[in-house]
């Protein structure tokens, strides 16, 4: 009886302490897999986990970046020059799809008044819609107004790829390229080829918070990043992938006079025959200097061309300089950017090796005239976003994403 009595006293312990094992393991495992549902990208705000980042310097010295996951815009703050940022913050009244990819990212802009603006593109249901969507903060990023859509058409179609430039006095200029033509036509069965370039203004400040909607110029490259900046008359010059006869995929420029007191006439910039029945997915860049110095880069692979060309412009891009080649062709040189800071001119863009990104640099002390020997500022082996060039006062910075490493900003 005692024995009988010891062995199931014994049975019941090693009940209990397997009941108790399990329950631990149990926990174990549920501990587990929420620590991976956590470091799962789609649950991330690390802008580690992005695949694009877009920066600028605020008017009072600070690095902001933004960038986009899971439906929601996030950004951090630098008050010295990207070494260190705030915690991420999330832009709570964005709740919807955000373009973030290569060619098209969020955008980022400031006036002088604490004002932060931000615009994007919004997928829609059908494959190469989208629509301009625009927020704006009066004090700093502590609040944001709810989205609204910037092209006024009200199509399911292509509106996308938007570049946005603000003034001290908060004048907001966003381009982008816009399908609403090409939907018409196709419902009329008539041919079509490419997309337009559209502009829309505003201020917020002025409460003028209804964006017009001006078409710039039409048979534009459908997914090609557009650039855009300021000269010393106030006046918009843009650049952007034109398509010229039979699919010739060049650049073209256009200033865009204050007021219509002439003309808006596009220039054609690169004249290197790319000819081809696609988006390259490659745009270019322009900086225009204190003197109304147009600085420009872009790529292409034509048949009189191949790779990164720089050329600048005196006089609106109605006569350009003769195009110097930059970067290595041959180890896939792409995806240039370029900014002008006095006589200096930065070029950035990347190469590859098979196995490593490079991050390339070039300067030119003389406003263009001749360049210093290339040299590489940084590699990955994990994948590279498109490299831009930023600037605060007389210094000019890179800032590089590299997607699952994190966000380089260097001093040039």
């Known amino acids: 009886m005692l024995k009988t009595s010891f062995t199931v006293i014994n049975s ?35 802008v580690s986990c ?22 929601r815009i996030h950004y951090q703050i630098s008050a010295d020059n990207g ?49 301009v969507r625009f927020i704006y903060s009066s004090d700093y990023g502590k609040t944001f107004t709810q989205p609204i859509t910037v ?44 997309s337009a370039l559209y502009l829309g203004r505003a201020n917020y400040r ?27 008359h106030g006046e918009l010059a843009i650049l952007w992938r034109h398509i010229y006869g039979d699919n010739v995929r060049e650049f073209a420029l256009m200033t865009v006079p204050t007021g219509d007191k002439r003309q808006k006439i596009p220039h054609q910039i690169s004249y290197d025959h790319w000819q081809i029945n696609g988006c390259p997915h490659q745009g270019g860049a322009i900086s225009v200097n204190d003197n109304n110095r147009y600085h420009m880069v872009w790529f292409n692979q034509g048949d009189l061309g191949k790779g990164i060309f720089y050329a600048a412009s005196e006089d609106q891009g109605i006569t350009l300089t003769k195009a110097i080649a930059i970067g290595d062709n041959s180890a896939q040189a792409a995806h240039p950017h370029l900014n002008s800071n006095g006589k200096n001119i930065d070029i950035v ?42 600037k605060k006062g007389k ?3 890179v800032s590089w994403h590299r997607p699952k490493i994190g966000h380089l900003v260097q001093v040039l």
């Open 12 to 46: 019941i312990m090693i009940f209990l302490l397997v009941s108790v094992a399990n329950v631990s393991l149990a926990a174990q495992q549920s501990h587990q897999a929420m620590q991976l549902s956590a470091d799962k990208p789609l649950l991330c705000d690390k």
């Open 50 to 71: 992005a695949k694009t980042v877009t920066s600028a310097f605020a008017p009072n010295g600070d690095l902001w970046r933004v960038w986009a996951l899971n439906q």
């Open 83 to 131: 070494v260190t940022f705030s915690t991420p913050n999330t832009i709570t009244s964005v709740k919807e799809k955000v373009s973030a990819r290569g060619e098209s990212r969020p955008k980022i802009a400031f006036d002088r008044y604490q004002g932060v603006y931000i615009s994007w593109a919004m997928p829609k249901e059908k494959k190469y819609t989208a629509d």
């Open 151 to 194: 092209n006024n058409d009200n199509l399911v179609t292509g509106h996308r790829f938007n570049e946005m430039l603000v003034t001290e006095e908060g004048d907001i200029s966003i381009v982008w390229l816009d399908s609403r033509l090409l939907y018409q036509l196709k419902l009329e069965g008539k041919p079509t080829n490419g």
């Open 206 to 232: 002025k409460n003028q918070t209804v964006f017009s909607n001006e078409q710039l110029a039409n048979n534009t490259c459908v997914c090609c990043r557009i650039a855009m900046d300021y000269n010393n």
């Open 349 to 390: 863009w990347t190469q590859y090796t098979g196995t490593e990104h490079q991050l390339w640099h070039q300067r030119s002390i003389d406003n263009g005239q001749s360049f210093a020997k290339a040299k590489i500022l940084a590699t990955t082996a994990s994948g590279s976003d498109r490299p831009f060039i930023i």
């Open 395 to 397: 210094l000019s910075f």
